[in-house]
C-alpha cells in the first residue's frame, strides 16, 4: 500500500521536557488507524507536528512522498492533510452551512475573490448542502452552529474537514464530549466516509477505536510503546498495564 | 434590523432601509443649511468609521492607530495643495487613498503578525511616530501650528467650494456613497465572508488553507486607504489640517463613535459618528465646560445595557415587537374557535 504521511524519528521537547521522542509513523492510503495513550502522551502534540501548528524539535514529516516538515499548514492543507479538533473549532457567528462553505471556498479558491456576491456561488452552497445531506444535517443548514447540540457540532467539525477533499484525514478525539448514546452517529460517519482516505483517529473511547481502526499505535511518554492489529493490542500485557485494563484483554 | 455579516448565505440585495442614509443625507442639505459644515464633517466621520469597521468589525483587527492613515491622507492632500500646488480634489483624494494604502501595506506587512494587545500598541505606536514626524517637519506640515493656505480648485473646473459649505458636503456626500457601495460590495463577496471566518476562528481558517495573514493584510490595506480618503476630505471641507487629525484621541473617538452606533453591521458606522457629533455639538453649546462628561456617560451607558450599540437596542426592539405580534397571531385563531 502507498505510504500517504510518515514520520521519521519525530521529536518535541517543551524545553527540558520532551512531549515527542523519536517517533517512527506511517499511514497508507485508506488506513483506519488509531493513536491511543494515556493523557499526557503527546497524542494532540504529534497531530500538531503532523498539521504543521507545531514546529518539531528534530526528525522530519513526510506527506505524500515530500518532506513537508518546514512547511506552512496552509501548504500542507493544500497537498491534502485536514484535520478536526479535539475542542470544537467552529465560526460561532455562523450558520452550519456557513462553516462548511468557508471551507469549501478556500478549496476551490475562491477565498479571496471580491466581483461576485458570495451567494452568487451558488456551486459553493450546492456543494456544501450535499455534504451536510450525507452526514444528515441538511435539517439544521440554516441553524446558527452555537446552536447545535454538541454531539451535531463533532460532524460539522468532520463535515468542515471533509470540504476539504483530504487525502488524510487527522481526527483529533472526535467522539469527545459526546453523550455516550450518540457516539454511533459518530461512528456511522467514520464508517461511511470514502474509502481512498487514510485516516488517523484519536480516540480515548475504546469501543470507537476497536471497531473502527484496523491498526493500532500505543504512544507512551511521547514515545511509540507498540504498533499492530486491534487483537494484537487487545492481547498485549504491556498495554492492558499502561492502558486498557482487563476489559479487551 | 439586518446585520450585514458577509457568508454565502447572506443575501447581498440592498434593502429599503438602506437608502434611509441618503435620503437624509439629501434631506439635510435642503432642511437644515445652516449645519452644512457640521453634516460635512459627520459624513467624513462616517467614511473614516466605515474603514474602521472592516478592520474591526469585520476582520477582528483591533487598532487604536487608524489616525495614522486619516491624518496622513489628510496631509498629502494638505501639502498637495498648500506646498505642491495640486488643487484638483479628485486628484488629491485618489493620491490620499493610494499613500495612506501604502503605508497600510507596508505597516500591516509587519504588525499583522502579531495579535492581541501586541498589535494594539503597534498600531498606536505608528500613529504616535507619524504624529511626531509632522510635529517635527515644519517646513512641510507646519508642525504645531497647522498648515494653512490650502486651496480646493472646483469639481470637474464646475463646482466651486463656497463658504457656505454646500459644495464640500455635496463631495463628501458622494464620496462617501462611493465608499460606502465598495466597503458593502467587499464585505457581501467571499473575500468578506473570508474575513468574517478570520474574526470567528482565526485558527480555523489557517486549519482550512485560507491565506488568513495575505487577507488580513488586504484589508488593511484597503481600509487604510478608505481612511485616507477621508482624510482628504476633511481638508478639503476645513482647508486646515492640525496635528490632531494624527492624534490617539482621533483614533480613540473613531473607536467610541463605532462602539456607540454597532460594530461589524456597516450602519453602526453611519449612526455613531452622526449621535456623537451631534451629542458633542450640543453638549458644548449648553455646556462647554462639561461637555466632554456627558459623552462620558452616554458611552458607559451604551457600554452597560447595550454592547451591540445604539443598533443593538434597535435589534432588540425589533425583536421584542415580532414576538409581541407572534403570540398575538397565535392566541387570535384560538379566539375564533372559541366563538365558533
Known amino acids: ?249 | 434590523m439586518k446585520r450585514h455579516n458577509g457568508s454565502y448565505s447572506a443575501d447581498p440585495r440592498i434593502g429599503w432601509l438602506e437608502l434611509l442614509p441618503w435620503v437624509l443625507g439629501v434631506a439635510a442639505f435642503f432642511l437644515l443649511p445652516d449645519y452644512l459644515s457640521l453634516g460635512a464633517r459627520i459624513l467624513v466621520y462616517v467614511l473614516y468609521a466605515l474603514s474602521l469597521d472592516l478592520v474591526v468589525g469585520y476582520a477582528g483587527i483591533v487598532t487604536l492607530g487608524h489616525s495614522a492613515f486619516f491624518g496622513l491622507g489628510a496631509y498629502v492632500a494638505g501639502i498637495l495643495a498648500a506646498r505642491l500646488g495640486v488643487t484638483d480634489p479628485l486628484l488629491e483624494l485618489i493620491v490620499s487613498f493610494i499613500a495612506s494604502a501604502l503605508l497600510g501595506l507596508a505597516t500591516g506587512a509587519v504588525i499583522l503578525r502579531t495579535r492581541a494587545l501586541t498589535l494594539l500598541m503597534l498600531t498606536l505606536a505608528i500613529a504616535s511616530i507619524l504624529s511626531e514626524i509632522a510635529n517635527k517637519a515644519t517646513w512641510l506640515t507646519g508642525g504645531a501650528d497647522g498648515l494653512s493656505g490650502i486651496t480646493v480648485s472646483p469639481i470637474f473646473g464646475i463646482f466651486r467650494f463656497d463658504l457656505f459649505g454646500k459644495t464640500a458636503y455635496w463631495m463628501c456626500l458622494a464620496a462617501l456613497l462611493v465608499g460606502w457601495w465598495f466597503v458593502r460590495r467587499v464585505i457581501y463577496s467571499p473575500f468578506g465572508a473570508s474575513l468574517v471566518g478570520i474574526r470567528e476562528n482565526y485558527a480555523r481558517m489557517s486549519a482550512i488553507g485560507s491565506p488568513v495573514y495575505g487577507r488580513m493584510l488586504s484589508v488593511y490595506t484597503l481600509s487604510a486607504g478608505i481612511a485616507g480618503a477621508a482624510g482628504a476630505l476633511m481638508t478639503q471641507t476645513n482647508q486646515f489640517v492640525g496635528l490632531n487629525v494624527l492624534s490617539f484621541e482621533s483614533s480613540g473617538e473613531l473607536l467610541v463613535m463605532l462602539i456607540l452606533g454597532g460594530v461589524g453591521r456597516i450602519y453602526g458606522a453611519f449612526v455613531g459618528p452622526i449621535v456623537y457629533i451631534i451629542a458633542q455639538d450640543q453638549l458644548a453649546k449648553q455646556f462647554p465646560e462639561y461637555w466632554s462628561l456627558g459623552i462620558g456617560l452616554l458611552l458607559v451607558i451604551i457600554v452597560l445595557f447595550a454592547r451591540d450599540g445604539i443598533l443593538g437596542i434597535l435589534d432588540r426592539i425589533v425583536a421584542a415587537v415580532r414576538r409581541r405580534s407572534t403570540a398575538r397571531t397565535a392566541i387570535e385563531p384560538k379566539r375564533s374557535d372559541a366563538t365558533l
Open chain 1, 1 to 249: 500500500m502507498t505510504v500517504v504521511l510518515e514520520t521519521r524519528a519525530l521529536c518535541k521537547n517543551f524545553g527540558a521536557l520532551p512531549v515527542a521522542q523519536s517517533i517512527d509513523f506511517q499511514l497508507t492510503a485508506g488506513a483506519r488507524h488509531a493513536l491511543i495513550g494515556p493523557n499526557g502522551a503527546g497524542k494532540t502534540t504529534f497531530v500538531n507536528m503532523l498539521t504543521g501548528r507545531l514546529q518539531p524539535s528534530s526528525g522530519a514529516v513526510i506527506l505524500g512522498g515530500d518532506d513537508v516538515t518546514r512547511l506552512s499548514q496552509r501548504e500542507r492543507v493544500k497537498r491534502g492533510l485536514g484535520r478536526t479538533f479535539q475542542i470544537n473549532s467552529l465560526f460561532r457567528g455562523l450558520s452550519t452551512v456557513d462553516n462548511v462553505a468557508l471551507a469549501v471556498a478556500e478549496r476551490r479558491g475562491l477565498g479571496g475573490r471580491m466581483l461576485k456576491p458570495a451567494r452568487a456561488h451558488t456551486d459553493v452552497r450546492d456543494e456544501s448542502m450535499a455534504l451536510l445531506r450525507t452526514l444528515g444535517l441538511q435539517d439544521d443548514a440554516a441553524t446558527l452552529i452555537s446552536s447545535l447540540p454538541y454531539g451535531k457540532q463533532r460532524l460539522v467539525e468532520i463535515a468542515i474537514t471533509l470540504a476539504m477533499k483530504p487525502k488524510v484525514l487527522l481526527l483529533d478525539e472526535p467522539a469527545a464530549g459526546v453523550p455516550s448514546m450518540e457516539t454511533h452517529r459518530i461512528l456511522d460517519v467514520l464508517e461511511s466516509l470514502p474509502a481512498e482516505i487514510g485516516i488517523l483517529i484519536i480516540e480515548h473511547d475504546m469501543d470507537l477505536v476497536f471497531r473502527f481502526a484496523r491498526r493500532i499505535t500505543i504512544l507512551v511518554n511521547g514515545a511509540t510503546l507498540l504498533e499492530g492489529t486491534p487483537e494484537e493490542i487487545a492481547r498485549d500485557p504491556r498495554v492492558r498495564e499502561v492502558y486498557l485494563g482487563e476489559r479487551h484483554a
